[in-house]
C-alpha cells in the first residue's frame, strides 16, 4: 500500500495508482490546476450538479485504460511494461491543454490553436522536465507509434477518453440516458492486424454507446440554455479585447493580462516558452473574478452581459432545422435599437445567429471494427442489425438565434 495512491472515484470507486512517474505527473501544477478547469464549461447553468472538472475525468480515463490493458493482455496480446505507461501517460495528460471552461471558450483564450495541440505543447514540456520520460506517451498521442492500436486506445470513436466522460457527464448531470456499460465494452476489447476491434458479443453495448453520446449531446452539450451562456461568454471576451484595443483600461487577473491583450495563437506559443507557464496560471476562477469586476465597468455591452451570466438572466433561444433569416434578425435588432438606442456594433452581441452540428458516427475519420464469430472484421454499419450506414453518417445541423427579452435587459 505504501507504493499506491488511492482516490475515491464516485464512478468507479477506489482507484489505485502506483507511486513513480503517473502519480509524479498527477501532482505536478500542470495537471493540478485540471481541478479548477470545469468538465462542461456552463453546463451547470441548467443541470446544477454538473460541477465535476477536468480532473475527475482524466483520472477516470487512466483508470479504464489501466483495465483495458489488462483486458487485451488477458487475450494473449502484447503490451509492454514501458507500452502500459505510455499509455497511462497519454490518456491521463490528453485534456492537459484545455483554457478556462473547457469546449466553451476553446477558441477564445488562444486563436486557432485546439486544446489538443496544447497538450502536446504540455507534454514536451513535461518531457524535458521530467528526463524524456514521456518520449514514448508523445509518440503514442501523435499516432506516430508502429503500434496503432495503442494511438486508438486514446483517440478514436472507442477510446477511453468518450467511455470515461459519457458515464461521467451523465453522472454528475443526472441524465440517465447517457450511462453506457463501460465494463462490458472493455471486456470485449481485442486487437487484430494491429487494429482494435470488439467481439462480436459486445455488439449491443457498442450501440447503446452511440445511441447514449448522440443523447447526450443534443441533451446536454447542446442543450440550448448552454448554447446561449457559452455564446454569451465568448462575446464578452470579445468586448473586452475590444475595450483593451482601444487603450481603455479594464481589469484583468494578472495570469490572464497577456491572453487579454493579444489572442495568442500557435506561433506565439512556439516562439515564447514562457507563453505556456502563463497559461497554466489561468483557470475558470480568473475569468468568474474578471466578470464579477467587469459587472461594474463602464461599457455598456461588458457590464450587461457579465451581470446577465452571473445572474443567469440569459438571452432567449429559438432553434429550427434551417437558417434564420437576415429579415428576422434585423427586425429583432430594430426593436432593441428602438428601445435602448444602442449603436449597429453594440447589437451585435445581444442579437446573433449560428449552427451547431453533430455527427454520430464519423466512418471517415475512424471507424469501430466489429469481430465476428467467423473471424471476419467489419464495420459497426455493417455488423449491426441496428444502424444503417446513411443513419451513422447522418451530419445534423441546428440554427439558432440568440435575443433578448427586451423587458430583462440589466441597462
Not at 477558441?107 to 486544446?115: E, F, L, V
Not at 432567449?316 to 430594430?334: A, C, G, L, R
Request: hydrophobic share 40%; net charge positive; proline share 2%.
Amino acid at each position: 500500500m505504501e507504493n499506491e495512491k488511492i482516490i475515491n472515484d464516485p464512478i468507479y470507486g477506489f482507484i489505485k495508482i502506483r507511486k513513480g512517474i503517473i502519480s509524479q505527473l498527477i501532482d505536478h501544477p500542470y495537471f493540478q490546476r485540471l481541478r479548477r478547469i470545469s468538465q462542461l464549461g456552463l453546463s451547470y447553468l441548467v443541470y446544477p450538479g454538473a460541477n465535476h472538472s477536468r480532473f475527475h475525468h482524466a483520472i477516470g480515463c487512466l483508470h479504464l485504460m489501466s483495465k483495458a490493458i489488462n483486458q487485451i493482455r488477458e487475450k494473449g496480446h502484447e503490451i509492454t511494461n514501458s507500452e502500459s505507461e505510455a499509455l497511462q501517460i497519454a490518456i491521463l495528460l490528453h485534456d492537459i491543454g484545455h483554457g478556462p471552461f473547457s469546449h466553451a471558450l476553446e477558441h477564445s483564450i488562444a486563436s486557432n490553436i485546439s486544446h489538443e495541440k496544447i497538450s502536446n505543447l504540455f507534454m514536451h514540456n513535461l518531457n524535458e522536465k521530467f528526463n524524456g520520460k514521456l518520449s514514448l506517451a508523445i509518440k503514442i498521442f501523435n499516432n506516430q507509434y508502429k503500434k496503432k492500436f495503442l494511438y486508438q486506445l486514446v483517440c478514436s470513436q472507442l477510446d477511453m477518453d468518450r467511455l470515461d466522460y459519457l458515464n461521467r457527464d451523465s453522472f454528475f448531470s443526472g441524465v440517465t440516458e447517457g450511462k453506457i456499460g463501460t465494463d462490458r465494452i472493455i471486456s470485449m476489447l481485442n486487437v487484430t492486424n494491429d487494429t482494435l476491434v470488439v467481439e462480436e458479443k459486445g455488439i449491443y453495448s457498442v450501440e447503446k454507446f452511440v445511441i447514449a453520446r448522440r443523447l447526450m449531446y443534443w441533451q446536454v452539450y447542446y442543450h440550448k440554455t448552454v448554447i446561449v451562456a457559452e455564446n454569451m461568454l465568448i462575446n464578452i471576451l470579445q468586448r473586452a479585447r475590444e475595450i483593451v484595443k482601444k487603450n481603455k483600461q479594464i481589469y484583468t487577473t494578472p495570469a490572464f493580462k497577456c491572453f487579454l491583450a493579444k489572442n495568442q495563437n500557435f506561433k506565439d506559443f512556439e516562439n515564447n516558452q514562457e507563453l505556456l507557464d502563463q497559461f497554466s496560471e489561468i483557470d475558470d476562477f480568473d475569468i468568474y473574478t474578471c466578470l464579477k469586476q467587469w459587472r461594474n465597468s463602464d461599457d455598456l455591452v461588458l457590464s450587461s452581459l457579465s451581470k446577465m451570466i452571473l445572474n443567469r438572466k440569459l438571452l432567449k433561444i429559438k432553434i429550427q432545422n434551417e437558417p434564420f433569416t437576415n429579415e428576422v434578425i434585423q427586425k429583432k435588432k430594430k426593436r432593441l435599437q428602438k428601445k435602448y438606442n444602442l449603436e449597429k456594433k453594440e447589437l451585435d452581441y445581444f442579437i446573433f445567429s449560428n449552427q451547431v452540428i453533430n455527427k454520430i458516427y464519423d466512418k471517415s475519420k475512424s471507424n469501430i471494427n466489429i469481430l465476428m464469430k467467423n473471424g471476419e472484421v467489419i464495420d459497426l454499419t455493417s455488423a449491426s442489425d441496428q444502424f444503417k450506414i446513411n443513419d451513422l453518417n447522418k451530419v445534423v445541423v441546428k440554427y439558432f438565434l440568440c435575443y433578448p427579452n427586451l423587458d430583462d435587459l440589466p441597462f
